[in-house]
């Protein structure tokens, strides 16, 4: 099972308009399907979900649309997070928030500071994020530190960066799945992609169920994960493992 996965929630906008529908039809419909991976991830004990929402590049979408996503976002907060509370579920928002206006700032800190004890599943949410704005806030965190005499540059590693990643402290992310046929990555979780499993599946987002999620931690357990050693390495690593 993994520990750590990440999804792209594409195809609402072509789903809408299968149906001809405006494209905000298919981003109200995806919180169904948002609902559907939080309870497969809470009931399979994978212990982070890590969902794209709204990406720095999101902005440049019609005004409209991009009105309708904070609304949902605001809505869904409002609504979800004492349910999220009741089921031992931490609320994260990654991403750069000082872009929301002000209440959904607060209602994304009370959100947080509520479940925060809660231990089992973390859901992260990507939220005016993107991956190169993740590292570009780790390198500047580590040259405020250097520049302020506490720390070495020899010390810049990638673990001192890592430290100061969105994602730190929750487990390496295992699998990144994408929905909506697209086979691309989108400047989401950059540096924390580094030795994950990709999945992609045609489906789109509001279609995405708990079978459609089964379906791929199903592929990834098929996986043989060699994290840059052979395939011979890591069968005489399982083999001692299994004596051990
Ligand atoms: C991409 O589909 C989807 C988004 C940019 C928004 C995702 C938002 C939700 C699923 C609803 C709210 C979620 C939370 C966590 C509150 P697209 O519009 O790019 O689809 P297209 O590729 O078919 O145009």
């Given at each position: 099972?993994?520990?750590?996965?990440?999804?792209?929630?594409?195809?609402?906008?072509?789903?809408?308009?299968?149906?001809?529908?405006?494209?905000?039809?298919?981003?109200?419909?995806?919180?169904?399907?948002?609902?559907?991976?939080?309870?497969?991830?809470?009931?399979?004990?994978?212990?982070?979900?890590?969902?794209?929402?709204?990406?720095?590049?999101?902005?440049?979408?019609?005004?409209?649309?991009?009105?309708?996503?904070?609304?949902?976002?605001?809505?869904?907060?409002?609504?979800?997070?004492?349910?999220?509370?009741?089921?031992?579920?931490?609320?994260?928002?990654?991403?750069?928030?000082?872009?929301?206006?002000?209440?959904?700032?607060?209602?994304?800190?009370?959100?947080?500071?509520?479940?925060?004890?809660?231990?089992?599943?973390?859901?992260?949410?990507?939220?005016?994020?993107?991956?190169?704005?993740?590292?570009?806030?780790?390198?500047?965190?580590?040259?405020?530190?250097?520049?302020?005499?506490?720390?070495?540059?020899?010390?810049?590693?990638?673990?001192?960066?890592?430290?100061?990643?969105?994602?730190?402290?929750?487990?390496?992310?295992?699998?990144?799945?994408?929905?909506?046929?697209?086979?691309?990555?989108?400047?989401?979780?950059?540096?924390?992609?580094?030795?994950?499993?990709?999945?992609?599946?045609?489906?789109?987002?509001?279609?995405?169920?708990?079978q459609?999620f089964a379906a791929?931690?199903?592929?990834?357990?098929?996986?043989?994960?060699?994290?840059?050693?052979?395939?011979?390495?890591?069968?005489?690593?399982?083999?001692?493992?299994?004596?051990?």
């Amino acid at each position: 099972m993994p520990q750590h996965v990440a999804i792209i929630m594409d195809g609402n906008g072509r789903w809408a308009q299968q149906r001809n529908k405006h494209r905000t039809f298919g981003h109200k419909a995806g919180v169904e399907a948002v609902r559907a991976s939080v309870r497969f991830a809470r009931s399979q004990g994978i212990k982070s979900l890590t969902l794209f929402a709204f990406s720095s590049e999101n902005w440049q979408r019609p005004k409209e649309e991009v009105s309708v996503l904070m609304d949902l976002f605001g809505m869904v907060l409002k609504s979800e997070v004492k349910k999220l509370h009741k089921n031992d579920i931490r609320l994260n928002v990654i991403g750069d928030i000082s872009g929301f206006d002000e209440k959904l700032q607060h209602k994304i800190s009370d959100a947080e500071l509520l479940t925060r004890d809660n231990k089992a599943l973390t859901l992260n949410i990507a939220a005016n994020y993107g991956g190169r704005w993740d590292i570009v806030n780790a390198a500047k965190a580590l040259t405020r530190d250097v520049l302020a005499g506490k720390m070495d540059i020899s010390e810049i590693t990638e673990q001192s960066l890592d430290t100061n990643i969105s994602t730190h402290g929750l487990p390496e992310l295992d699998l990144l799945i994408r929905t909506g046929g697209d086979h691309r990555v989108s400047n989401f979780l950059l540096w924390q992609c580094a030795y994950a499993e990709f999945y992609f599946t045609e489906t789109l987002w509001p279609d995405f169920s708990e079978q459609t999620f089964a379906a791929a931690v199903e592929d990834f357990s098929l996986r043989q994960r060699r994290f840059g050693l052979t395939g011979e390495q890591i069968m005489t690593q399982d083999v001692e493992h299994k004596a051990c």
